[in-house]
């Protein structure tokens, strides 16, 4: 799970008890939760750091949580922090420029401009100056593209050979690259899930995300704002609570 705004998403969890996403790392969680007090309380000592980290660790009932388990990996995340003094991600948004939308979309197949563009996007958010350090799966997903390992592959192929991409002459599925250009900011993104789609709904008129699930919906009406499916969730939600109030 990829987070623009680490302070924002962390202190939902911690004073608004917001959920914490399913199978998200807890070694990345503490050391999110270690950042935020390191940085807003500006916390300086390792050991005051670990006690407020723990404080809320235990405060947030996690299940697999067991104490003496992680004790010294706690531990070393807070001395971590503040030896390295590592800051929240914090990202109001993530440019495109026109010269790099006028490359994307001199590709023919939808498929492909889904995926230049959230290579754009991702190198950006990890600021690694091109470089697009995760795997081709997560890859893929991220830019709503269904393919199997074997196409995707021939996809990636296909546009490194193109001059679109470039790789590392590495025999592995990480690093590849875009050459990041300049110019005028013709979109941000500011939410990294279905990133592909964003696209698509940027450069098709026709198009909207669905603002539930994010799925890609044909336009029928200028009040949509659902795809089918959630559609109907909503009414039948609507549905229930209002037979609740009878």
């Not at 500011?190 to 603002?211: A, H, P, T």
Request: with cysteine; aromatic share 12%; proline share 1%.
């Amino acid at each position: 799970m990829l987070i623009m705004n680490e302070k924002e998403f962390i202190y939902n969890i911690i004073h608004h008890k917001s959920e914490i996403p399913k199978n998200f790392s807890f070694k990345r969680l503490v050391f999110i939760i270690s950042e935020y007090f390191s940085n807003e309380y500006n916390i300086l000592n390792k050991e005051t750091l670990y006690e407020s980290v723990i404080k809320v660790i235990n405060n947030l009932n996690i299940e697999y949580y067991i104490d003496f388990k992680y004790d010294k990996t706690i531990r070393g995340i807070c001395d971590k922090v503040i030896e390295d003094n590592i800051k929240l991600k914090i990202i109001e948004y993530i440019p495109l420029y026109d010269s790099e939308l006028e490359l994307i979309n001199t590709l023919t197949k939808d498929r492909e401009k889904k995926l230049l563009f959230t290579c754009y996007i991702i190198s950006r958010f990890y600021n690694t100056e091109g470089w697009v350090n995760i795997t081709r799966a997560e890859l893929f997903k991220l830019s709503n593209v269904t393919a199997t390992s074997k196409d995707r592959n021939i996809i990636i192929g296909k546009l490194i050979k193109g001059g679109y991409l470039f790789d590392a002459q590495r025999n592995d599925n990480l690093n590849i690259k875009v050459n990041l250009l300049e110019g005028e900011e013709v979109l941000r993104v500011k939410d990294l899930e279905n990133i592909g789609n964003q696209f698509i709904s940027f450069s098709k008129k026709d198009y909207i995300m669905c603002e539930n699930c994010g799925r890609l919906v044909k336009i029928k009406s200028n009040r949509q704002m659902y795809c089918k499916q959630c559609f109907r969730l909503m009414e039948l939600e609507k549905y229930k609570k209002y037979n609740e109030k009878r």
